[in-house]
């Protein structure tokens, strides 16, 4: 059983510390460990040109445009049973690599997309995608704050992990970074996380999510959507649409029981929603759209206003 840990932290800081201290604990559960730090790697942000789409829902496999180090990451990913990603917590949330990695992995690892995929592959005889892109997998985070400002942090981890949908099983956030190594509470909590990890690799059909209750009874995200003038609290990483009430002055979200087959972390939520299906259908319509005269003479009007200015070489 494997179990790959990421930093998005500074060379030896605490970051890497603390990731290391969870691979620790994994290795004491019997895991075998491999440790990456993310900025060691070049890795380009998606542009959003789609071929990854494109690719999965026209049976030509799974890939990527971009040629630098990812692939090389995003094997290491695929070969792992479990993941800890540990990030400096950049203006409240995730860090910006940990941003584009899942960006990189968005549609391209979205399970949904990969299952139809994988049927037109099937029917056409074209490229299925990767195997390993099916197997289930664990993952846990953990924000590492310089300060106590980190009410994204959870929220912007928890959606790396929606896509693929990988089972979260520890999503933690620390405060006061320079503090954190000395302070033996948070340390043996890097421990613990580590050994959480490795024993839901251990088992990942019945592997639990191990944190603290948030307040989306579902996915456990503490952040919510309020629709203006109204009640109703959309979670943003699984998407399932409550009501919010307090009760005894705590906050609640309650999700009538046609929501929950809904959430976008679900087989059902994904197929509900038909992704796929609405790419395919984007793609061929944008594919003629482009072609038209009237739309051609509208862009080109753009093209032809201003041009991007960029430092000299
Ligand atoms: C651009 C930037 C933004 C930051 N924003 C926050 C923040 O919003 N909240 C917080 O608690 N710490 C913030 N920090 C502090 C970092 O989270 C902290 O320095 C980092 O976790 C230290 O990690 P390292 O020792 O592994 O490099 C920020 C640091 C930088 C450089």
Known sequence: MKILGLSAGTKNGINDSM????????????????????????????????????????????????KDDFDWLFNKMLNADGIVLVSPIFESGTSGIVHTITDRIGPRMDRGINETAKKIAEATGGKAPDERIFKDKVISFMGIGGSDWGSLIQMDHAMLAMSPMWKVIDNDWFKWAKSILTNDKDVIRAHEIGIHIAEAAKDIPNA????????????????????PGTDKAICPVCGLEGKLTVENGSAKVTYPDSQLPLAHDTLSGKFRFKHADD???????????????????KVNNYKSFISASKPEK
């Open 19 to 66: 990731c290391k201290e969870a691979l620790m604990g994994a290795r004491e559960s019997g895991a075998d460990i491999e440790f990456i730090r993310l900025l060691d790697l070049n890795i380009k942000h998606c542009t959003g040109c789609v071929t990854c789409s494109k690719a999965l829902i026209s049976g030509r496999g799974n890939m990527c445009a971009l």
């Open 208 to 227: 639990k999510y191990q944190g603290k209750p948030g307040v989306c009874p579902h996915c456990h995200s503490n952040n919510f959507y309020i629709v």
């Open 279 to 297: 790419i395919k259908n984007l793609e061929t319509k944008y594919a003629k759209i482009r072609k038209d005269p009237a739309y051609i003479a």
